[in-house]
């Protein structure tokens, strides 16, 4: 009896497997559960996007808008497990042209330095939040 059941268990397990994977076939459709910008950016996937990219993808700016966007440009950071962690910002606004070494707490171009870690930083801008990191 036990043995029946076992084999009846096992038997209801395969048919269940083997009705949970169905692989899709599109038959060189589109997939209709897959947006249409999401089916862009899989296309797009595993390389940077250029503004000619990004113009085909709705409601994403292009480099030079977010060039502008934020005047900041984090170029470094000295980075220590206590409070005293330094940050070089490059600064780009009409009126200056700079590059500063920062601390928490400290002001640059009206922005304050809310945090520092190891491959990032945060400033307070204008009443938003910005996060700046550091690409290896």
């Keep these: 009896m036990v043995t029946r059941l076992h084999?009846?268990?096992?038997?209801?397990?395969?048919?269940?497997?083997?009705?949970l994977i169905q692989p899709y076939s599109s038959k060189g459709r589109?997939?209709?559960?897959?947006?249409l910008s999401a089916g862009t950016l899989q296309a797009l996937a595993?390389?940077?996007l250029t503004d000619e990219d990004r113009d085909a993808l709705p409601d994403?700016?292009?480099i030079r808008e977010?060039?502008?966007l934020y005047p900041f440009i984090l170029l470094g950071i000295i980075y220590t497990e206590s409070e005293s962690s330094l940050?070089?910002?490059?600064?780009?606004?009409?009126?200056i042209k700079q590059d500063k070494i920062?601390?928490?707490?400290e002001e640059i171009?009206?922005?304050?330095?809310t945090e520092i870690g190891k491959d990032y930083i945060k400033l307070l801008w204008k009443n938003k939040e910005i996060f700046l990191s550091i690409k290896y």
Excluded: C, Y
Excluded at 13 to 18: A, G, I, L, N, Y
Excluded at 30 to 35: H, I, L, S
């Design 30 to 35: 589109r997939d209709p559960f897959v947006p």
């Design 87 to 95: 940050a070089i910002i490059n600064v780009s606004t009409k009126e």
């Design 66 to 68: 977010i060039k502008n």
């Design 7 to 19: 084999d009846l268990v096992n038997k209801l397990r395969q048919t269940k497997e083997s009705q």
């Design 46 to 48: 595993g390389k940077d």
């Design 102 to 105: 920062v601390k928490k707490g």
């Design 109 to 113: 171009a009206g922005a304050r330095v």
């Design 60 to 62: 994403l700016p292009s």
